[in-house]
């Protein structure tokens, strides 16, 4: 009888291995898997599950030890303005046109350029990583500057060059707006970080002429069209005497209503409205500490999740919430529609974590390669760290990360394969020249006196 | 002509000197001190104000530099139920009956015992010196154990007996249960840090003679009542069935309406009871995340306040929000009355943080111990660090505390003059401990199938 032959077992190569945690996948039907492991080779997940078949299999040139912790994906903020975070707390708790007529929009006016965008942007993916956000979908001005950070930071961005019918702080008409839009798509072409797109503001802010040219555009290139939709009572006023029609009609009027169009807030919907979005299959972008301190109202979103929508969760930008932390915006959704319908059953902790991480994806279109941790799917991870007083004891992890944590739980942060924060450290920013600019902007727009 | 002669300045000695960080004192009429210092001896604050001058006084045996920081007075947490920070998490999302009945009771009757209290406090405690609170008022059941882990924290608190018609964790009768009050206050007589107070449940579980009773209690040793009070519209209608009243009403009835009663939640109230909260000066404890969660309704904290009624901040137990970050609290506070009533202009930043402090203070009778920094007041206080993404740009500083920051900017804790948090190391409570006992308690209910 002969000795068997030993088995050699070759490891693969991984990139990076991610040990010891406990990892909420986010799979359809997945459960927490305690002491796992995650592999990652080329920026995507090649390998996720227990620790000894993960290990078994593959050796890492670099290892991060998540004991302690929680991997899970990255969240997706589906809706903010990026560079705004520089106009953090410049005005609060004033009547909106107030706000946006005397303070927002001059100070925009005045101060917006090329270097605010930039150094705005970098501030604000700062605060995003630290939070615990890999992707972000962006609405502002001067776009290829919110590109370059983007780039610098290694973060992953949909970035909507602002359109409206007056001129904005980076272009004199809409028509020039869309030729910067165009470059912008060409050049980050193929890019997996970077997707230019278009943000034309509102219906009210723009001509139905304006909007079928973006649409046009849009449709080109395959790109999303993301717009401001029925977020206001004047909005929905506005909208109506101009137009005879509610801004959701007016869009299906226009045949703007498709799968590929991201609506953002979506507060002042009647019934047959939302079975339209439904039936056009519009994602619809939840943004309910925004909707809260601008006094917008309740957006329908248990209404629109049974009718199938596709939702996604955003924190708007920082001049009205004020700060980017998905998680503490994750809390306030779950608790808004409970007291908004005196029903303490909506909008459980589940869904609401789905909203921030997988239905960001949907609306994105980017459900195959972000939003869980899958094989094949780029990795966008986070680590948080669950040693703490406020997150314990854990009867239930969806609970603690919806209901109790915040983003400074997050310790690491990988985007695209990449670490971008360890231990809480930056590694692609040079956070004290960020600091440094934010204070210096706020010097020269609060020195000026406007 | 004589040389004048040389002034020998002599420097008072001081325990704790702060220095280099803007100065927020929230005294009335006050604005931040930017590079400002602290001075204190034996707990309390001896002098405030610009650094040279200050610096010019005294000389400190400890000298703490909170340069790049803000200096404030500790939160005042004027609501919780600290123990039942080891049910976080155990059930959310359900309807209140089967919350309460198949969970939350049944948990607290099979587990809530001497080790658990002692151990649940000390985990609550953790978490609000990380998150700046300096004062908190609880109500639970053993609450000698809760005093126990106030003693050895440093903490300062109100801590409110659980009374109720029927028998508790701790007690078979209301009547052990007065006599054990009575003991702890006794006990307590004269402590800077530990103010043992009642807490009959409310208007639906204690019987009108067992209010009087624990009014009378109150009333001797000159010690508030806290209750909830018209916190559901179920207890609305309970009460009414009842005793053909409201809470508020049957409240009045039996005279225990009055200036030392601390009424938690008042969601359900009439214009008429707010009148009469007001013209009794009795004190209302807001519990915006509580309320949501449960799906209790919005209290009419705007209409309490333009009636001059005495309002704090509360984040209710862990069971029911769930964290006691009131960092957290106070950006919810502010925004949930903004969307309720379509006005962003209510509930300003100002007043919010008012509510979090001196509000605070007030409810709980302290108003000339703690709730702002003043000569003479006792040394609760609070250094966050400000150089971080999401607190910059800073145009106003109240706006950035309530809107933009939460508990983990805290940096330094001092209460009653002793410094029990230094750069996020609790210094009285040993953490690691803490958090085994808080998995041991979980694993032993989570493991018992109930």
Redo the contacts between chains.
Sequence with gaps: MKEPLPILQIKKPADLLLTNGTILTLASGSKPISEGALAIVDGRIVAVGAKAGVESFFEAARTIDARGGLIMPGLINAHTHAAM??F???A?????KT?LENHIFPAEKRWVNQEFVYWGTL??I??MI??GTTTFADGYFFEEQAARAVQQSGMRAFLGQGILDFPTPDSPSPAETLKRIEALIQTHSGSSLIHPTLFPHSVYTCSPDLLRRCRDLADRYGVPLIIHLAET?SELDEVLRKYGKSPVNQMENLELLSPSLIACHCVWLTESEMDLLARRGVKVVHNP?S????????APIPELLARGVTVGLGTDG?AS?????LF?EM??A???D??Y?????V???NVVLEMATLGGAKVLGLEREIGSLEVGKKADIIILDL????L?????IV??LV??A????VRDVIIDGKLVMQDRKLLTID?ET??QK??D??EK??GSGD
């Design positions: 975070s520089l953090r707390g410049l609060d708790d004033l009547p909106l706000w501030l604000a700062a605060e630290r939070s009572k500490e909707n809260m301190k601008l006094a917008s109202g309740v920082c919430n004020n700060n980017l932390d503490q809390d306030t779950a608790k808004l409970k007291v319908r005196l029903d303490p059953t909008m459980p902790s040693h703490r007083p406020h314990q004891p854990i009867y239930n609970s603690n209901y109790s915040t983003g400074a739980d956070e960020v600091l934010a204070q902007w706020k727009i609060a």
